[in-house]
């Protein structure tokens, strides 16, 4: 008689309103590379991700294409990055564009943003077919765009600009497909309702390692399909850990799509 398959919800907290499904069975490693500049590279995020990976019984094996500043542009240009794109047969690749880019006119963000997403999804796509592009959407500067508030009046606030990141990013997925990574409402729902928990490095603009390791745990759990609550802390304190698990999580879950949301926590 053949034994019956059965899959079983795991509920990660008694905090959370919604169980998630346990990952498929995998003891292979998940090759994953980063590709972005410094808000990718800050604190070795890409290693926490492993860290944070390692900790739930997920293998993973990463690599990073992040010189500072980059935009996709430039990275669909470069030798280094297309060489380490066709060096592996990566289960995911993380695509993270330069953080002003996404918040510019629609019109240059259709001629500066949007092709070279696609160039490099159908590279990564034809070097394995199998692999997913993961959209790292970035978090908007403390006081917004100050650098270019004259010429970019919507965005010369924190939320205006965190409107326009999330805006673009949702338009990358919808022209490529592939899975979102939605670190910049992740911060949101922590900026506004744990001001507390400092982000943010001296810069207002870079992440602090608390920063990192939010992004690190919406990766996580947008790659995967999993939650993170009780991941590996790294150090961190154990009430902010908490916090940034189970924010990541539900911003995964439970995304909004553009217009500002002041959820508490």
Same mark, same amino acid.
């Given at each position: ?8 919800? @795991? ?8 169980? *998630? ?6 003891? +292979? /490693?998940?090759? @994953? ?17 492993? !860290? ?7 293998? /993973? ?18 030798? $280094? ?30 001629? *500066? @943003?949007?092709? &070279? ?17 993961? &959209? ?15 010429? *970019?009046?919507?965005?010369? +606030? ?10 673009? &990013?949702? $338009?990358?997925? $919808? =022209?490529? +497909? ?6 910049? =409402? ?6 506004? !309702? ?6 943010? +490095?001296?810069?207002? #603009?870079?992440?602090? #390692?608390?920063?990192? &390791? ?11 399909? #999993? ?5 590996? #802390? ?14 990541? =999580?539900?911003? @995964? ?11 508490? *926590?």
């Amino acid at each position: 008689m053949k034994k019956k398959l059965i899959t079983s919800l @795991v509920c990660i907290s008694a905090q959370l309103t919604f169980c *998630l499904p346990p990952a498929a069975a995998d003891n +292979g /490693v998940r090759r @994953v590379l980063f590709i972005g500049n410094s808000f990718t590279f800050a604190n070795d995020m890409p290693e926490m991700f492993g !860290a944070v990976a390692e900790s739930l019984g997920v293998k /993973v094996s990463v690599e990073q294409a992040a010189p500072g500043g980059y935009t996709l542009q430039q990275h669909a240009a470069d030798k $280094r990055t297309l060489a380490k794109i066709r060096a592996e047969k990566w289960a995911f690749v993380v695509l993270q564009e330069q953080s002003q880019r996404p918040q510019w006119p629609e019109e240059l963000i259709a001629e *500066l @943003v949007l092709p &070279y997403a696609r160039q490099i999804d159908s590279l990564i796509h034809e070097n394995n077919d199998s692999v997913k592009t993961v &959209y790292f959407e970035t978090w908007a500067y403390e006081s917004g765009d100050t650098d270019n508030c004259a010429s *970019l009046r919507q965005t010369c +606030g924190y939320d205006a600009m965190q409107d326009r990141l999330i805006s673009t &990013y949702a $338009r990358l997925l $919808r =022209q490529t +497909g592939g899975l979102l990574a939605p670190v910049g =409402q992740a911060w949101r729902k922590v900026k506004t !309702a744990q001001p507390g928990i400092r982000l943010y +490095g001296p810069d207002g #603009r870079h992440p602090s #390692r608390q920063g990192s &390791y939010l992004a690190a745990c919406v990766l996580f759990s947008a790659m995967f399909h #999993r939650g993170v609550f009780g991941a590996d #802390r790294l150090d961190l304190p154990a009430p902010e850990a908490a916090i940034l698990q189970k924010t990541a =999580q539900e911003a @995964v879950f439970h995304p909004v799509h553009g217009a500002h949301e002041k959820e508490r *926590l």
